[in-house]
């Protein structure tokens, strides 16, 4: 009995252990299975994952870059929205001034601004002691700023600009002689450099921008001078000289070029210098006619009545003031835009 059943217990152990077998497989494929259903799950959640944190970061970028340009370019739109309007009073002060600068009305004489009492709508900013509308001065005064400012700084640059450049290139005898040239020039106040070179010329626009120029040129040079001395050995440089490219050349094609970001830089803030000086020499007397409609003119004809009608006094001065300080910002951010230093500590 025990002898046949010994055979069918083996049959029946072997069965159980094929089943278990199956069992353990069953499971080890399910747990694989899962395993696999984790990963994709992970899988997809990882993409998930990095889209939004590259969509986070993105975002975060387009608000920084918003951030960063508003904060580098403020300056650079409000002085070039100042200069613009200076320029639109210049060009088209006969359809902008509602009275002409000269007409004289001694029945409205010293008429206070609109806003004050005993104001009147017609004269939005009062008359001076002429009868004059002190709104159409004072737009017809900035075309004498900005003529004075702009062709005294393009030639008084080009003077600089070449003068720098021969300087700083070729060094040595002519460097020391430019050189020598500047610290004359530079021995002198302006004051008293126009002051002469005004007691020789005479009065006149044409002579109040011969003097600023002759004020202002060493200004380019000395600029240029310096930059010279460290392009002249550059690579770029080096290769065109020894490509027999010539002495002028080079100078204008290889060095100059890459001054002129610096050189727009200090145009500007030379423009609205230039202004200021315009403006001392006419309010002393020494610039271009009474007759002719000046922001320091007009300061000089305030002077006595500061008390009794002070806005002949605080609006051009103001008008000053804001072209003024408008360039100055307009050359702040050129700089922030043109320096590559300062783009990248922006």
Same mark, same amino acid.
């Given at each position: 009995?025990?002898?046949?059943?010994?055979?069918?217990?083996?049959?029946?152990?072997?069965?159980?252990?094929?089943?278990?077998?199956?069992?353990?497989?069953l499971? %080890?494929?399910?747990?694989?299975?899962?395993?696999?259903?984790?990963?994709?799950? &992970?899988?997809?959640?990882?993409?998930?994952?990095? &889209?939004?944190? &590259?969509?986070?970061?993105?975002?975060?970028?387009?608000?920084?870059?918003?951030?960063?340009? &508003?904060?580098?370019?403020?300056?650079?739109?409000?002085?070039?929205?100042?200069?613009?309007?200076?320029?639109?009073?210049?060009?088209?002060?006969?359809?902008?001034?509602?009275?002409?600068?000269?007409?004289?009305?001694? $029945?409205?004489?010293?008429?206070?601004?609109?806003?004050?009492?005993?104001?009147?709508? /017609?004269?939005?900013?009062?008359?001076?002691?002429?009868?004059?509308?002190?709104? @159409?001065?004072?737009?017809?005064?900035?075309?004498?700023?900005?003529?004075?400012?702009i062709?005294?700084?393009?030639?008084?640059?080009?003077?600089?600009?070449?003068?720098?450049?021969?300087?700083?290139?070729?060094?040595?005898?002519?460097?020391?002689?430019?050189?020598?040239? +500047? $610290? +004359?020039? =530079? %021995?002198?106040?302006?004051?008293?450099?126009?002051?002469?070179?005004?007691?020789f010329?005479?009065?006149?626009l044409?002579?109040?921008?011969?003097?600023?120029?002759? @004020?202002?040129?060493?200004?380019?040079?000395?600029?240029?001078?310096? $930059?010279?001395?460290?392009?002249?050995?550059?690579?770029?440089?080096? /290769?065109?000289?020894? =490509?027999?490219? !010539?002495?002028?050349?080079?100078?204008?094609?290889?060095?100059?070029?890459? !001054?002129?970001?610096?050189?727009?830089?200090?145009?500007?803030?030379?423009?609205?210098?230039?202004?200021?000086?315009?403006?001392?020499?006419?309010?002393?007397?020494?610039? +271009?006619?009474?007759?002719?409609?000046?922001?320091? !003119?007009?300061?000089?004809?305030?002077?006595?009545?500061?008390?009794?009608?002070?806005?002949?006094?605080?609006?051009p001065?103001?008008a000053?003031?804001? !072209?003024?300080?408008?360039?100055?910002l307009l050359?702040?951010?050129?700089?922030?835009?043109?320096?590559?230093?300062?783009?990248?500590?922006?």
């Amino acid at each position: 009995m025990s002898g046949g059943l010994r055979p069918h217990a083996a049959a029946l152990a072997g069965v159980v252990a094929v089943a278990r077998d199956g069992q353990d497989e069953l499971t %080890a494929g399910d747990a694989r299975a899962r395993g696999g259903a984790a990963d994709v799950g &992970r899988g997809s959640a990882v993409p998930a994952e990095s &889209r939004a944190r &590259r969509q986070g970061f993105g975002r975060g970028a387009a608000q920084r870059a918003r951030r960063v340009f &508003r904060k580098k370019y403020l300056k650079l739109h409000i002085g070039g929205l100042v200069f613009a309007l200076l320029i639109v009073m210049s060009l088209f002060a006969p359809l902008l001034a509602p009275f002409d600068p000269g007409a004289q009305n001694l $029945e409205v004489k010293l008429l206070p601004p609109f806003f004050l009492d005993g104001g009147q709508a /017609a004269h939005l900013l009062g008359t001076d002691n002429l009868g004059r509308d002190l709104l @159409s001065r004072i737009i017809y005064g900035s075309r004498v700023s900005l003529l004075v400012g702009i062709v005294s700084v393009l030639f008084a640059a080009a003077i600089g600009i070449v003068l720098g450049a021969i300087s700083g290139y070729f060094g040595r005898y002519i460097d020391e002689f430019i050189m020598k040239i +500047v $610290e +004359v020039f =530079l %021995a002198f106040p302006f004051l008293l450099l126009a002051i002469v070179i005004m007691a020789f010329l005479g009065e006149g626009l044409v002579n109040i921008i011969v003097a600023l120029i002759l @004020s202002r040129w060493v200004q380019f040079c000395r600029l240029v001078r310096g $930059e010279v001395l460290s392009l002249k050995t550059r690579d770029h440089v080096i /290769a065109a000289r020894a =490509l027999g490219g !010539t002495d002028m050349y080079i100078i204008f094609r290889h060095i100059i070029p890459y !001054t002129m970001p610096t050189l727009i830089v200090l145009g500007t803030f030379e423009i609205a210098l230039v202004i200021i000086q315009e403006s001392s020499l006419s309010f002393l007397g020494l610039g +271009v006619p009474p007759s002719v409609p000046t922001w320091g !003119t007009m300061l000089a004809e305030g002077r006595s009545y500061m008390h009794a009608a002070p806005w002949l006094s605080v609006f051009p001065g103001l008008a000053i003031l804001i !072209t003024v300080l408008g360039l100055n910002l307009l050359g702040d951010g050129l700089r922030d835009v043109l320096d590559p230093h300062m783009r990248g500590r922006s």
